[in-house]
């Protein structure tokens, strides 16, 4: 059975740690498992779609999702090579994966006309690219290639929300975008560099503040969500070579914060360990 089991069963047996630090870690049973056996007394189970699902975070969001039983449409830009995904796919009646590149209007109407009327109970943006460091540094700044930071990063989660904004209204559901810690000015330290990338998460938070203003009082809730470091592919390409949380322990920690957001929050960045992100 997958990795996210062992986690659960790890922490079931580790007993000086505090519960909820055990809970936001390992996924134990709690608000998540909670909500979703809410909705399936109301009649079926809750959907999820999940953007750049075939790898790092969003492959393990597609993942839990799946073993907690909900419809998952997990989408990707080569659905031909996502072979992680499609082995999901292949033990998992509840998850499809179906094509999206993120830049692409075409693949998003596409995505909005297959889905008319469907509810989203949860859109999970979380495609995102760091781009090439050396692009990106003082002196050496390419500006084709901020664009093309700010139309995977910024453009496209606004673009995807615009577009199925009627899907997840019919839910009462939620809209999520992926933030980062290096998008906060406060915590903006000596690190160097990763202009496009910074600068795209502080621009995207600024999005989700704007759209939560507007799809509140349509019931929606619109969070900003931070994985902390983890160890995926864009974490390696940063240069960071501390310590990092599996994509599981850091899902573990989001689907709670996740679950357990409401209307009212006031729509700030949290991390992954539940500390709000200073701007
Ligand atoms: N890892 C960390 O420490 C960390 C920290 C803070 C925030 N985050 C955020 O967490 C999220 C997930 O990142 P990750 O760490 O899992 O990175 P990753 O392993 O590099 O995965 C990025 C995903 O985005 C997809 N993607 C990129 N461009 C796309 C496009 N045009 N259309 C559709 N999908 C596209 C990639 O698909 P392809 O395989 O097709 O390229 C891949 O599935 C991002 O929003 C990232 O900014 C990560």
Redesign the pocket.
């Known amino acids: 059975m997958k990795r996210l089991r062992r986690l659960t069963a790890r922490a079931r047996s580790a007993a000086p740690l505090p519960v909820m630090a055990l809970a936001l870690l390992c996924g134990l049973p709690g608000a998540a498992a909670a909500e979703q056996e809410a909705q399936a007394a109301e009649g079926g189970s809750p959907t999820v779609l999940i953007?750049?699902?075939?790898?790092?975070?969003?492959l393990a969001f597609a993942e839990w999702y799946a073993e907690q039983g909900w419809n998952v449409v997990a989408?990707?830009?080569?659905p031909e090579q996502a072979d992680d995904l499609n082995a999901l796919a292949a033990e998992h009646a509840n998850l499809s994966v179906e094509l999206?590149?993120?830049?692409r209007e075409d693949h998003i109407r596409d995505l909005a006309d297959r889905h008319a009327g469907q509810p989203i109970d949860l859109l999970i943006n979380?495609?995102?690219?760091?781009g090439p460091l050396p692009e990106q540094s003082l002196g050496g700044l390419d500006y084709d290639r901020f664009e093309q930071t700010m139309a995977?990063?910024v453009y496209?989660p606004l673009r995807l929300s615009e577009a199925l904004a009627e899907n997840v209204v019919a839910a009462g559901g939620k809209i999520v975008a992926?933030?980062?810690?290096?998008a906060s000015l406060t915590l903006m330290s000596r690190m160097r560099g990763m202009y496009f990338y910074r600068m795209s998460?502080s621009a995207l938070n600024m999005g989700w503040r704007a759209l939560r203003t507007d799809l509140k009082p349509r019931g929606v809730a619109v969070l900003l969500v931070?994985?902390?470091?983890?160890d995926?592919?864009?974490?390696r390409e940063s240069g960071y070579t501390g310590e990092?949380l599996t994509?599981e322990e850091s899902v573990a920690g989001m689907v709670e914060i996740i679950a357990d957001a409401t209307l009212d929050d006031p729509g700030l960045p949290i991390n992954v360990d539940g500390r709000v992100l200073p701007w």
């Open positions: 953007t750049g699902s075939n790898r790092g975070i969003g989408t990707c830009r080569r999206l590149d993120v830049t979380n495609a995102a690219v760091l995977v990063n496209a992926i933030t980062s810690g290096v998460k931070s994985p902390g470091q983890v995926t592919a864009l974490l990092a994509t």
